[in-house]
């Protein structure tokens, strides 16, 4: 017989979910629509503020590539390639769902015609352009808004979300940077972009658990349907 199929630990184990019971951490989730029309508020690329720049950049890489912050601080010039309509970046370190035999993130950043304000296509090539002299060779890509401008870290990344978040109105005392996962897959649900899209964009190799843990309720397609999807509700919304 082995450990899990005796019978007192049967037993411990149903009575610890009895007084602590493992559910999803939100049952509803805040409206993408909220922060990007935000974002839109903000001064043109030629104007803008190094940190506001960083701060749209990395929630328009949170939102349009579902990821978590540790992706995003992953991302790195050395595995970036670009064309003429989008970034790509093969996350090619060890994140929480990579497993043998799964195929690491790519996060694909595309052109998005439709709203120059919310193309981070475009807003990544000034960030670029602008981190370029102050990096010394630093390769990956987020790097410190203040000198002596080095790489950051995920926990960093994540309080930028979080700041962003809150400046757009959702309510930061509830949800978390991570929020932005569900809150950015459940929209691309809700746009009808098919699950086996979602799932690719977030890299799950289980659709369970996007509808276990991630698909809520959202507060009030083309390629890269997800990250389209996602964006194109800012612009059709009035």
Known sequence: ???GKHPLVQRLVKGVFQCRPSFPRYERTW???VVLK??????DLKQISLCDLTYKLVMLC?????????SLHLMSWDNMVKNQSCYRFVIDSLVKQSAP????????????AEDQSLCA???????????????NSEPQLFISIIKPFKKVSKDTIGRWIKNVMKSSGVDTSIYKPHSTRAAS???????????????GAASWASDSTFHRFYNRQVEQVKDDQFGQAVLLDATTTT
């Open 1 to 3: 017989m082995t450990i």
């Open 31 to 33: 409206d993408t629509y």
């Open 38 to 43: 935000y974002l839109k508020t903000l001064p």
């Open 62 to 70: 949170a939102l349009i590539t579902g990821q978590r912050c540790q």
């Open 101 to 112: 035999g799964r195929a690491q993130p790519v996060l694909t950043l595309s052109k998005f």
């Open 121 to 135: 296509f475009t807003t990544l090539k000034e960030y670029i352009k602008r981190t370029e002299p102050i990096r």
């Open 185 to 199: 897959t459940s929209k691309a649900s809700q746009c009808h972009v098919p699950i086996s899209a979602i799932m």
